[in-house]
């Protein structure tokens, strides 16, 4: 069974850094590579919507409202992803869900991790 395991939210005043990491457990080893990884978000009343997306090869993709603060990076030998987010603002406050997608399509989330940006 493979398990997407998010580490690194919290608390944190507006101006500051977190540096978020999901990692695929994989005990069977039935998944060679993701073909992408990313990380969506969702607020309180909000629907969940995408933060920052990157391919096999390292093609990252990112929403509007992180661009330029947030950076996203993967480690594929590991079957792992990162976000850096950077200049934090109370908006970034949110729920993070780590998300992966095999070569098959199946697509993977992890539990979420809390981020909470203080004014």
């Known amino acids: 069974q493979v398990q997407l395991v998010e580490s690194g939210g919290g608390l944190v005043q507006a101006g500051g850094s977190l540096r978020l990491s999901c990692g695929a457990s994989?005990?069977?080893?039935?998944?060679?590579?993701?073909?992408?990884m990313g990380w969506y978000r969702q607020a309180p009343g909000k629907q969940r919507e995408l933060v920052a997306g990157?391919?096999?090869?390292?093609?990252?993709d990112y929403a509007d409202f992180v661009k330029g603060r947030f950076t996203i990076s993967r480690d594929n030998a590991k079957k792992t992803v990162y976000l850096q987010m950077n200049s934090l603002k109370p908006e970034d406050t949110a729920v993070y869900y780590c998300?992966?997608?095999?070569?098959?399509?199946?697509?993977?989330w992890g539990q979420g991790t809390q981020v909470t940006v203080s004014s």
């Open positions: 994989d005990a069977s080893g039935s998944i060679s590579i993701f073909s992408t």
């Open positions: 998300n992966a997608e095999t070569l098959q399509r199946r697509v993977y």
């Open positions: 990157i391919t096999f090869v390292g093609r990252t």
